[in-house]
């Protein structure tokens, strides 16, 4: 007989550092490239729509980080809160939150003796654990951490940015719009089935998810720019 070790491979431990990561790179994609081809659209000439393209980079991306900080701040002192009150009542009312974490499992298809001792023997051993897990959903594999959320999405909204900024840069006058266009969606679909890759998902759905949102925003700018340049 041979002894075959198995070895599962998961990928929720990545899912704080990537959120931001794909979100701020497609939002800085998406955004400025839906914003250079809306100005493009409108009849601008390469000055302003360079112009508006590195003032969206630097709006955009100090609204990620200050979105990304606020957000996960919020829910991390929220999970803080809830840890202490945790805390006071395991201190205070012992019994009824050992019949509490009893009737979780109850809940979940033990026995009810069986969950009992399930409940004893996780009280004993990490009782405040037990229940932020088991009542509150509340793990230790939570969000990334408000700076490191706001950094990672800030710098990649702008390296998302630079994509579309670079391609209006070299593409020739009057083509600027379709050149931003083919190679942010061209981007898109890249990022998307990276995304999904990484994140352990199929890559085909990720792919075709951001690239038809993407095309979308471009669509609704270039119209806009469309019809205000022709009011003009």
Same mark, same amino acid.
């Given at each position: 007989?041979?002894?075959?070790?198995?070895?599962?491979?998961?990928?929720?431990?990545?899912?704080?550092?990537?959120?931001?990561?794909?979100?701020?790179?497609?939002?800085?994609?998406?955004?400025?490239?839906? #914003?250079?081809?809306?100005?493009?659209? %409108?009849?601008?000439?390469? $000055?302003?729509?360079?112009?508006?393209?590195?003032?969206?980079? &630097?709006?955009?991306?100090?609204?990620? *980080?200050?979105?990304?900080?606020?957000? +996960?701040s919020s829910q991390t002192d929220a999970e803080r809160a809830d840890t202490e009150r945790e805390r006071q009542e395991l201190r205070d009312i012992p019994a009824k939150e050992l019949e509490e974490l009893t009737r979780i499992y109850v809940g979940?298809? #033990?026995? $009810?003796?069986?969950?009992?001792? +399930? %409940?004893?023997?996780?009280?004993?051993?990490?009782? /405040?654990?037990?229940?932020?897990?088991?009542?509150?959903?509340?793990?230790?594999?939570?969000?990334?951490? $408000?700076?490191?959320? *706001? +950094?990672?999405?800030?710098?990649?909204? &702008?390296?998302?940015?630079?994509? $579309?900024?670079?391609?209006?840069? %070299?593409?020739?006058?009057?083509?600027?719009? +379709?050149?931003?266009?083919?190679?942010? /969606?061209?981007?898109?679909?890249? #990022?998307?089935?990276?995304?999904?890759?990484?994140?352990?998902?199929?890559?085909?759905?990720?792919? #075709?998810?951001?690239?038809?949102?993407?095309?979308? &925003?471009?669509?609704?700018? %270039?119209?806009?720019?469309?019809?205000?340049?022709?009011?003009?």
């Amino acid at each position: 007989m041979t002894s075959v070790s198995h070895v599962d491979i998961h990928t929720v431990h990545r899912i704080g550092w990537l959120r931001a990561a794909v979100l701020g790179a497609n939002d800085g994609m998406v955004s400025t490239a839906s #914003l250079l081809v809306g100005v493009a659209a %409108a009849g601008s000439g390469r $000055p302003e729509i360079l112009v508006a393209g590195v003032a969206g980079l &630097a709006a955009g991306a100090m609204s990620m *980080a200050a979105g990304e900080y606020v957000s +996960v701040s919020s829910q991390t002192d929220a999970e803080r809160a809830d840890t202490e009150r945790e805390r006071q009542e395991l201190r205070d009312i012992p019994a009824k939150e050992l019949e509490e974490l009893t009737r979780i499992y109850v809940g979940r298809g #033990l026995e $009810p003796g069986l969950a009992r001792e +399930v %409940a004893l023997q996780l009280t004993k051993r990490d009782g /405040l654990g037990a229940h932020l897990r088991d009542e509150l959903g509340i793990s230790g594999m939570g969000p990334a951490h $408000p700076v490191q959320a *706001a +950094v990672v999405s800030a710098l990649t909204f &702008a390296a998302g940015a630079a994509l $579309p900024l670079a391609v209006a840069l %070299a593409a020739p006058e009057g083509m600027v719009a +379709v050149a931003v266009a083919l190679a942010t /969606l061209l981007a898109l679909v890249g #990022l998307g089935a990276l995304g999904a890759h990484v994140g352990g998902a199929p890559r085909g759905r990720g792919a #075709l998810r951001v690239g038809f949102w993407g095309a979308m &925003a471009m669509a609704v700018t %270039a119209a806009v720019g469309l019809v205000f340049g022709v009011a003009a």
